[in-house]
């Protein structure tokens, strides 16, 4: 007949160990995924608001935004999320003559046209012998157009400058 050992439980004492080093791994992994899931969500927002800034910009510039003499607010939507846009009225950061001498300029353009109207047509020579470039009737203006994004729900913000340089004929205003 055996006799029976003795066991001292080393065994449930370094399952168990190993049991609490397993659950503390997973419960960090859980948490990390959590985080990373989190950063994505907000880079997407961020994103979006991005996107609805940028095509609100966009939206204005592509009309007579010379013209507009009121902030605007209008809900952009981008995916799930929508989006409150606020342009403020553009304004017009200098303003300087476009001479005749300008390589942009075209007398030959319909769009250029305006510009050359009503100018004489006398040439005024400098010392050297070379024509004096004249003032057109056009301008050379810097306009700056903003766009203040906000995302009421996951309190994303964010606010786009853009500058416009634009040809006006007289007498455009600059403020």
């Known amino acids: 007949m ?17 049991l609490v080093v397993l659950t503390l791994l997973v419960v960090t992994a859980i948490r990390s995924g959590n985080t990373n899931l989190r950063i994505v969500g907000n880079m997407q927002v961020q994103t979006e608001a991005d996107a609805a800034g940028l095509q609100e910009i966009e939206r204005v510039i592509s009309t007579d935004f010379t013209t507009i003499t009121a902030p605007q607010t209008n809900t952009v939507t981008m995916g799930a999320a929508s989006y409150e846009v606020t342009i403020p009225t553009p304004a017009c950061e200098n303003t300087g003559p476009i001479y005749s001498s300008d ?61 416009i340089g634009k040809r006006t004929y007289l007498p455009t205003p600059c403020n």
């Open 2 to 18: 055996k006799q029976n050992q003795q066991q001292s439980g080393a065994t449930l004492v370094v399952s168990l160990i190993m």
């Open 103 to 163: 390589p942009s300029l075209n007398p030959t353009d319909a769009k250029d046209q305006l510009c050359f109207q009503d100018m004489d047509n006398d040439i005024v020579l400098d010392s050297n012998g070379k024509p004096i470039p004249k003032a057109t009737k056009c301008n050379a203006q810097q306009w700056k157009v903003q766009a203040s994004v906000a995302n009421t729900s996951s309190g994303a913000s964010i606010t786009h400058v853009q500058g």
